[in-house]
């Protein structure tokens, strides 16, 4: 470990190690934080990614532990516990006296509860009593009349209770049997009248296969009647329209010998074949004469057209030129844009520069400023901040010492006034006195010292002995001599030593309180001086920091202000910077438009034409240079085309030739074949195809007439002989089944076959009427029969019902009903109040309870019910509250009897108070580590923001291939610093637009940097890189590989892959050193 620094084997793999889930991770931390700078530099510098779920999981077990207005946390949970538990033991800790005094009242109430409970049972009995007799008076008042109204009728018989419906049906059956009986004769004797009045002829039923056979024949016959007519005229028409074609061929002499104008199939066929090659052939031979003439003439004016435009000229450099300044985009439009751009740089650093205080210059002088870095500036505001916090701790320890010496001093001050508490220095000094008083009396001598006055002023003792003895008598014993004050010396000495023995606490409190007097009078010296010298670094300081601004002319502020000063400041400054390069793009610019200028107007002189002046915007130039191209190759086209086309008319022109003459060959020939085929219909060479036609459309039209006279003919002819033997058909079955419709069929055929038709029918329908009648009148015997039977069955019943209520007629059944519905009405209410009277009576008899409960009065009933009723009620509420006290004594009897339940609570509140302070100890842990991650990883921030995050910017953009021009910290609407990306048009795009790849080279961008940055200054450790690279195409592998060459430069590099691609991409790329490749 001391080899490597001090660092052990997690820090090793988590700072100089890292693979593609580690890169993940940190690409997942940027989106997740929210681009956090603060985080992700700790993450990156540490490799200990995830460092904000560690800090939520503090915060939320913290927060699991206590919250200030939280309820429900573990620790309020026990803190009220522990309240229940200590008031619990405080109630369990009652005098004995309450203990006798609850059980006192205990048996009190027991004994009174027993009273009321016996006194209850009385009246309730008394109640029940009363409540029964109050009951049962109604049902006895009922009882009387009840056995009166049963005596009129003990005579009644007892009847079935189905009885009554018994009787109802027999007479309804009775009187339904009746009604049909009645209803089935009257219908009897109509049916047979019906039938004696219809008659059916038997002969026309006997032929109706005949009769349907010739009525089914009538259609067709008067069918051909009605188109007999029309057919005449048809064949009278054809044969006039056949005589008519005949005249307009002039033959034959007559309509028979017309079939000697049929032609055969060949015949037919050949002249219309000619007929129809005629148009063709001639218009072939027209359309090939006139292409043969047309296509001379196309020839002469397409050589006239060649001969009129201008030489074929080349415009490949102009075109060229052309594209190449179309590459390079709209020039002009680049130029205004880049323009407005920079004046609108310029603008908005003037106004930037003029919201900048304590600067008063130029934007170029503000670049040049010797500004202290943004490290000095932290630094100072670090070191300025713990200077005033030092004078202000000491300023603080002053005060409390001040007040802490008052407080002493007013305590000793108190001490005095009360009485002088003597102290041991007192008592050494007083004995200190009185041995120097003894060693006086020792060289003065005993006699000497006891004389009056004090041989003091003898000349035989030493002068300074002397002294001192004339001093000792003054203090001790004024006027006296030397034994005399000796004396007074040690009386004096042993006072203090008895009053030190006596006021031994007050000495003692005098002697602490001077020893912290003592102790507070050094502390303040020291921190005199201390304070004293934390002033002076203060102002030692704040004139170094003034130094800092010295060379720029700047007054300056707090650092914290300055360090906020410092970025409107450095924007403008990369503003200026800015503004330099759209200046020099914008002049690049300028330049290449002229260069491209030069080039045009060198390719338009060299086709003979003018050229364009400067003046001239570069895209009209290049409008015009598109123009002329456009037009010189149009010409071009239009020339090659025409020469093309001579060409290819010339090499038409004898085959055109060729043509007209073979039309002109086969219309010859068609010519000798149409003579001979058109003398077989009487026509000449000459005549036409549309002649021959005309002629050969009116043979055929004189034929098929002839054809369709011949076949009316025939069909008029079938027509009068079926007309003739239907006729006699007719006749003949008239004469066997109605021969009085023979004259009518001799004048009417179709009038005597309707009325046939209509007698058959009539009998028909007769026939079916007949034996539907028979059918009606056979069911209705049948009818009359089965009423005629229930009748019977009725009538038995009713005699049965007779017999069973002793009556001679069924009329009497009725009144029977009812006095046997009176005698069961009046039984079965009797019944029913003499067993609710058993039931009220309550074990006594029936008899018994009846006369004891007449002798009573209802009212006086009413009155002691609702009387017992109320005290029920009373000592029902008494006894409810002797109830409660009972509970009352008995629980706190129960919770005084002696056991251990303060003890267990005493103990429980003991074991709560130790996991509230365990939870308590865990929660500062809890909070205390959350606060100290985040202060570290801020700290970690301040310290490497600047130069790190400046080079993770550069290896940022290398990595991305220039998509992004580097990072930025940025701070959002809550002040924390963010990280975001910054495109080349200076556009800022935060990780949350960012894809996962980027985010991931971000997080490998400020890894390198950070490592980079620990290496200054101690030994190079290797960074291990496991299979990164896995997922990036060959272009940013490359740039990956670039970055992490350079890093070797520093440090060693060692890459493990499993992917071979990787390698060649290493060893392809130009720039990159020596390259170590091993196999494993």
């Avoid at 074949?273 to 003439?293: I, V, Y």
């Avoid at 985009?329 to 407005?340: E, P, R, V, W, Y």
């Amino acid at each position: 470990v001391s080899v490597l620094g001090g660092i052990d084997e997690t820090a090793f793999t988590q700072r100089f190690g890292i693979d593609y889930e580690e890169l993940r991770r940190g690409g997942n931390l940027l989106v997740s934080g929210g681009g956090d700078l603060g985080e992700i530099l700790f993450a990156a510098g540490t490799g200990a990614v995830g460092l904000s779920a560690v800090q939520q999981q503090l915060q939320e077990d913290a927060e699991a532990l206590f919250k200030p207005r939280g309820s429900n946390q573990r620790i309020a949970v026990n803190l009220s516990e522990l309240e229940r538990l200590r008031k619990e033991i405080r109630d369990t800790q009652l005098p004995t006296s309450q203990w006798v005094e609850h059980d006192r009242e205990l048996r009190k109430a027991e004994k009174r509860q027993r009273e009321l409970d016996a006194e209850l049972n009385r009246k309730r009995i008394e109640r029940s009593r009363l409540d029964r007799i109050r009951q049962s008076l109604p049902l006895i008042g009922r009882l009387g009349p009840l056995r009166a109204a049963l005596a009129n009728v003990a005579d009644a018989p007892l009847l079935l209770a189905s009885f009554s419906v018994d009787r109802r049906e027999a007479e309804l059956k009775l009187a339904t049997a009746q009604t049909d009986e009645a209803q089935a004769h009257q219908e009897c004797e109509r049916l047979q009248r019906e039938l004696k009045s219809v008659q059916v002829p038997t002969e026309l039923v006997e032929h109706r296969t005949a009769i349907t056979q010739l009525h089914a024949e009538l259609g067709s016959y008067q069918k051909a009647a009605q188109d007999r007519p029309r057919l005449v005229a048809q064949r009278d028409s054809a044969q006039r329209d056949a005589a008519n074609r005949v005249t307009q061929l002039a033959r034959p002499a007559s309509l028979t010998e017309a079939d000697s104008l049929r032609l055969s199939k060949l015949q037919r066929r050949k002249i219309q074949d000619l007929a129809g090659e005629f148009k063709a052939l001639f218009e072939a031979q027209r359309l090939s004469q006139e292409e043969f003439q047309k296509l001379g003439e196309r020839i002469q004016r397409v050589q006239a057209e060649v001969d009129r435009l201008p030489p074929e000229r080349n415009v490949a450099d102009l075109d060229r030129t052309i594209r190449q300044v179309q590459k390079s985009g709209n020039l002009d439009a680049q130029t205004i844009k880049a323009q407005a751009e920079l004046d609108r740089l310029i603008q908005q650093s003037e106004i930037a520069l003029a919201r900048l205080p304590l600067f008063q210059g130029t934007l170029a002088e503000l670049e040049k400023l010797p500004l202290p870095n943004l490290e000095t500036i932290e630094r100072f505001e670090t070191v300025l901040a713990d200077a005033e916090v030092a004078v202000r701790r000491c300023r603080e320890k002053l005060e409390r010492l001040n007040e802490d010496r008052l407080r002493v001093q007013s305590q000793l001050d108190i001490l005095r006034l009360e009485r002088d508490v003597p102290t041991e220095v007192e008592l050494s000094a007083i004995r200190q006195r009185r041995d120097v008083g003894w060693d006086l009396i020792q060289k003065v001598g005993l006699d000497a010292a006891a004389n009056q006055p004090s041989p003091i002023s003898s000349p035989a003792l030493d002068r300074s002995v002397a002294e001192s003895a004339q001093d000792f008598v003054a203090e001790f014993a004024p006027g006296g001599n030397l034994l005399v004050a000796f004396r007074a010396s040690i009386e004096q000495a042993d006072l203090i030593a008895d009053r030190l023995r006596r006021e031994a606490d007050r000495v003692a409190q005098r002697a602490q309180l001077t020893a912290e007097l003592q102790q507070i009078e050094a502390d303040l010296g020291h921190s005199t001086q201390a304070c004293t010298e934390a002033e002076h670094r203060r102002e030692q300081l704040g004139c170094d920091w003034q130094s800092q601004w010295t060379p720029t002319g700047i007054e300056p502020l707090s650092p914290r202000e300055m360090r906020s000063w410092r970025t409107p400041q450095q924007e403008l400054v990369e503003v200026a910077a800015e503004i330099r390069q759209r200046q020099a793009d914008l002049q690049l610019v300028h330049s290449q438009i002229s260069s491209y200028r030069a080039e045009l107007n060198t390719c338009l002189a060299a086709l003979d034409l003018p050229t364009r002046v400067a003046e001239e915007s570069l895209a009209q130039t290049l409008d015009f240079c598109e123009e002329t191209v456009a037009l010189i190759k149009k010409q071009n086209q239009q020339r090659e085309r025409q020469a093309s086309e001579l060409e290819s008319l010339r090499e038409s022109l004898p085959e055109a030739e060729r043509k007209a003459q073979g039309a002109q060959d086969a219309l010859h020939e068609w010519r000798s074949n149409w003579a001979q085929a058109v003398a077989t219909i009487g026509l000449d060479a000459d005549a036409q195809p549309a002649e021959a036609n005309a002629v050969l459309e009116t043979v055929d039209e004189l034929l098929q007439a002839v054809d369709e006279s011949r076949r009316l003919d025939e069909r008029i002819s079938g027509i009068d002989a079926d007309a003739q033997q239907f006729q006699l058909s007719v006749r003949q079955l008239l004469a066997q089944v109605a021969s009085d419709l023979v004259d009518t069929a001799n004048t009417s055929t179709e009038r005597a076959v309707a009325d046939l038709v209509d007698r058959l029918n009539r009998a028909l329908t007769d026939q079916t009427k007949i034996q539907s009648w028979q059918e009606q009148l056979q069911k209705q015997q049948v009818a009359r029969e089965a009423a005629a039977t229930r009748m019977t069955q009725a009538q038995q019943q009713l005699r049965q019902l007779c017999v069973q209520a002793g009556c001679d007629s069924p009329g009497e059944l009725p009144q029977a009903e009812e006095r046997a519905a009176q005698r069961r009405q009046a039984e079965t209410e009797i019944q029913a109040l003499e067993q609710r009277l058993g039931e009220l009576a309550g074990g006594a008899t029936l008899a018994g309870w009846i006369e004891q409960t007449e002798q009573a009065d209802a009212d006086r009933v009413a009155i002691d019910l609702q009387a017992l009723d109320e005290g029920i009620a009373a000592l029902e509420q008494e006894k409810q509250s002797v109830s409660e006290a009972l509970g009352a004594h008995r629980n706190e009897l129960k919770r005084m009897d002696g056991s251990s339940k303060a003890a267990d609570a005493q103990n429980e509140a003991e074991h709560l108070l130790a996991a509230i302070r365990g939870d308590a100890e865990q929660y500062v842990r809890c909070r205390l580590a959350a606060a100290i991650l985040s202060r570290a990883m801020e700290r970690f921030r301040q310290t490497s923001q600047g130069p790190v995050l400046a080079r993770a910017s550069e290896l940022f953009a290398m990595l991305t291939l220039g998509s992004f021009a580097g990072l930025q910290a940025e701070y959002d609407e809550k002040g924390h610093a963010v990280l975001v990306g910054v495109r080349a048009n200076r556009q800022k795009v935060p990780v949350s637009g960012m894809s996962e790849g980027t985010c991931d080279q971000i997080y490998l961008a400020l890894r390198i940097a950070l490592l980079e940055s620990s290496l200054v200054g101690r030994e190079p450790l290797p960074l291990i890189v496991d299979d990164i690279l896995a997922m990036y195409d060959d272009q940013r592998a490359g740039a990956a590989l670039r970055v992490l060459w350079q890093l070797s430069t520093k440090t060693q590099v060692i890459l493990f892959t499993h992917h071979s691609h990787l390698v060649e991409i290493a060893r392809q790329l130009p720039d990159l050193g020596a390259l170590s490749v091993i196999e494993l």
